[in-house]
């Protein structure tokens, strides 16, 4: 049953970003005394950029790049509950899902660098390196900072520490008034 609510979350998501963004940049022209684009003009430009095919080949992690970025995102989205407390948006968490984050989080960006890699860009190994350092020396504070929540309210599973959570704000909030 979590399967198709999963699903329904993912389609949310998906369209509210895409709807959102259209948004911002609607704002942004009439910001500057413009019309802006329609709202649904990213739909159009999704199934324009798919339509789109190219005589230049590259490797075939150059195409599997945008692939591993994107199951990264989606992986982290379908295993972290989107909403706190209801059963439809808890998605596929179990307990241990946080180590299971962690690890998601990396493999978009390590696809990414591994597309950008196979692209025959010159300035591509540059780009490689930086952000790989980026994220190496970001991984280490992020995981240690996850590491001491997880070990304050003594569980791995982000359902359970939302309710710790949850529960503290609202042991502060009935001695504090």
């Not at 948004?23 to 789109?52: E, F, M, T």
């Not at 790989?132 to 970001?138: F, H, I, R, V």
């Amino acid at each position: 049953i979590k399967i198709p609510y999963s699903l329904l979350t993912l389609f949310i998501v998906i369209n509210f970003g895409m709807l959102l963004t259209a948004l911002v940049q609607k704002i942004g022209a009439r910001v500057g005394r413009r019309h802006g684009i329609p709202i649904y003009q990213n739909y159009i430009d999704l199934i324009k950029n798919y339509s789109i095919r190219s005589s230049i080949t590259h490797g075939a992690m150059f195409y599997l790049g945008p692939v591993f970025r994107l199951s990264g995102g989606i992986g982290l989205l379908l295993f972290v509950p989107t909403i706190y407390g209801s059963e439809m948006f808890s998605n596929l968490s179990f307990a241990g899902d946080l180590i299971l984050a962690l690890y998601v989080v990396f493999f978009g960006a390590l696809g990414m660098a591994l597309g950008a890699a196979e692209s025959g860009h010159p300035h591509a190994t540059i780009g490689v390196s930086r952000g790989l350092s980026q994220m190496t020396a970001a991984e280490l504070p992020f995981a240690l900072a996850v590491f001491s929540v997880a070990l304050q309210y003594q569980t791995l599973s982000v359902t359970d520490i939302v309710a710790a959570q949850q529960g503290g704000i609202l042991h502060w909030t009935l001695f504090t008034n």
